[in-house]
T-cell receptor, first 111, second 115 residues
Framework: QKEVEQNSGPLSVPEGAIASLNCTYSDRGSQSFFWYRQYSGKSPELIMSIYSNGDKEDGRFTAQLNKASQYVSLLIRDSQPSDSATYLCAVLTGGGNKLTFGTGTQLKVEL | DTEVTQTPKHLVMGMTNKKSLKCEQHMGHRAMYWYKQKAKKPPELMFVYSYEKLSINESVPSRFSPECPNSSLLNLHLHALQPEDSALYLC??????????????FGPGTRLTVL
């Protein structure tokens, strides 16, 4: 069983729609969860971090965490073509420095 | 400021060459990381330095040799690489406060091609 799982996509949404990206993880003791955005050929850029159950909003982005279900999601409202990228879910495991990534979901926002 | 810098941006080397990748951060972070990323794959952790000491080596071949001269600098020395080592090499840093909320920030990466 993979430690962090994401649907690889591509996920296609029309401009202005809400994009919903999902991630599940296997280590029930995980406490820190991150979403990174990665454009083709570029490095990962931190979008959101979330540590507590519930929702966390930052501009057009909302991260949702449900530790009981071992599930974390990212909602992007009013999706723009510039949001087209691969979104990596990452979980901090091992009690410290080890960040485990999912395989990433490719998002395409279409005009 | 969450800037991590890496040099060079691109590197082409032969299998007999010796080269080094460099990473620098001035955020006062005490943990620094090397990752390798192949196309359409997530980053794979290679090494972690915590307070200038190597704390994690993910069974990386000895042709990759990390070095942390001080808390702001991280090097990756390369020797006798193979073509399959061609990848994007990413450096990251984090505060390493010993908490469960440590956030890693990535540099722009070095695109390495081994001929």
């Amino acid at each position: 069983q993979k430690e962090v799982e994401q649907n690889s996509g591509p996920l296609s949404v029309p401009e202005g729609a809400i994009a919903s990206l999902n991630c599940t993880y296997s280590d029930r003791g995980s406490q820190s969860f991150f979403w990174y955005r990665q454009y083709s050929g570029k490095s990962p850029e931190l979008i959101m971090s979330i540590y507590s159950n519930g929702d966390k909003e930052d501009g057009r982005f909302t991260a949702q965490l449900n530790k009981a279900s071992q599930y974390v999601s990212l909602l992007i409202r009013d999706s723009q073509p510039s949001d087209s990228a691969t979104y990596l879910c990452a979980v901090l495991t091992g009690g410290g420095n080890k960040l485990t990534f999912g395989t990433g979901t490719q998002l395409k926002v279409e005009l | 400021d969450t800037e991590v810098t890496q040099t060079p941006k691109h590197l082409v080397m032969g299998m007999t060459n010796k080269k080094s990748l460099k990473c620098e951060q001035h955020m006062g972070h005490r943990a620094m990381y090397w990752y390798k990323q192949k196309a359409k794959k997530p980053p794979e952790l290679m090494f972690v330095y915590s307070y200038e000491k190597l704390s994690i080596n993910e069974s990386v071949p000895s042709r990759f040799s990390p070095e942390c001269p001080n808390s702001s600098l991280l090097n990756l020395h390369l020797h006798a690489l193979q073509p399959e080592d061609s990848a994007l090499y990413l450096c990251a840093s984090s505060q390493d406060r010993g908490s469960s909320t440590d956030t890693q920030y990535f540099g722009p990466g070095t695109r390495l091609t081994v001929l």
